[in-house]
């Protein structure tokens, strides 16, 4: 079983600046790519950020330029830096790591449990 925790998330103020965090856990062959998805009530879910396991990084286009994302493979954990944040970034950020359990398997899609991020002054 593969578990995602996420850890980060918070009220901050227009132009400020959240760190999450999402470390993979149990017991798996490898995780491909790893990325961040948010949510508002009513609306689907979208792709904030992703990277791979090489590195490859893309971007929604409203959050180029003021988010990062990175990833400690050793730790199994990816990190998204949000900085110059707008109340337009409030949402719901999820975790989200494509896995492969064992070496012959396929990969499968795992999701954390969510983390609230509010932007509002």
């Known amino acids: 079983q593969v578990q995602l925790v996420e850890s980060g998330g918070g009220l901050v103020q227009p132009g400020g600046s959240l760190r999450l965090s999402c470390a993979a856990s149990?017991?798996?062959?490898?995780?491909?790519?790893m990325g961040w998805f948010r949510q508002v009530p009513g609306k689907g879910r979208e792709l904030v950020a992703a990277?791979?396991?090489?590195?490859?990084?893309n971007y929604a286009d409203s959050v180029k330029g003021r988010f990062t994302i990175s990833r400690d493979g050793a730790k199994n954990t990816v990190y998204l830096q949000m900085d110059s944040l707008k109340p337009e970034d409030t949402a719901v950020y999820y975790c989200?790591?494509?896995?492969?359990?064992?070496?012959?398997?396929?990969?499968?899609?795992?999701w954390g449990q969510g983390t609230q991020v509010t932007c509002s002054s």
């Open positions: 990277i791979t396991s090489g590195g490859s990084t």
């Open positions: 149990g017991s798996f062959f490898s995780i491909n790519r």
């Open positions: 989200n790591a494509d896995v492969r359990t064992t070496i012959t398997s396929r990969s499968y899609d795992y």
